[in-house]
């Protein structure tokens, strides 16, 4: 494996765990599940299960992502997962199927938050809360 791979490998691993491991459910789920109900003025949010199971999503796709990232070669397509275009270099192994599978189970954990989000927002919200009066965040 040549220094290129490894390089793109890097930060391809870099970018995917930065934007669809870190930032997507810190900012999304970990700051909205806590916001939501206080704009809402409720106790907690309207779909527990829900947010549970999207909560239960991300391990999978993390460690599948770890895997993934330390063997085989790696995935060097960096975080926009097109190949480099310079040179003719392929991904013999399955490393590109199984970032696009992580990155679909990390979509289908943030989908499910905002199926709750928009839950809560429409069934659960206090009647001192009309639709027009919701602040912006929510």
């Keep these: 494996m040549g220094s290129e791979q490894v390089y793109n490998v890097i930060v391809t691993a ?37 947010n549970n199971l999207r909560f239960w999503l991300l391990p999978p796709a993390v460690v599948l992502a770890i895997r993934r990232t330390l063997s085989a070669g790696g995935a060097g397509t960096g975080w926009t997962l097109y190949p480099p275009l310079r040179r003719t270099i392929g991904h013999p192994s399955s490393a590109v199927d199984l970032v696009i599978f992580r990155l679909h189970l990390a979509g289908v954990s943030s989908i499910l938050g905002g199926i709750n989000f928009i839950c809560t ?11 027009a009066g919701a602040s912006l965040f929510v």
């Excluded at 870190?22 to 299960?49: E, H, K, Q, S, Y």
């Excluded at 927002?121 to 009309?130: C, D, E, I, L």
Aim: proline share 6%; glycine share 8%; net charge positive.
């Design 14 to 50: 870099h970018a995917i765990f930065m934007i669809f491991f870190f930032v997507m459910p810190t900012a999304i789920g970990g700051f909205g599940n806590c916001m939501l109900p206080i704009f809402l003025i409720r106790r907690d949010i309207r779909l527990p299960r829900l």
């Design 121 to 131: 927002f429409r069934n659960g919200r206090s009647y001192a809360v009309s639709l």
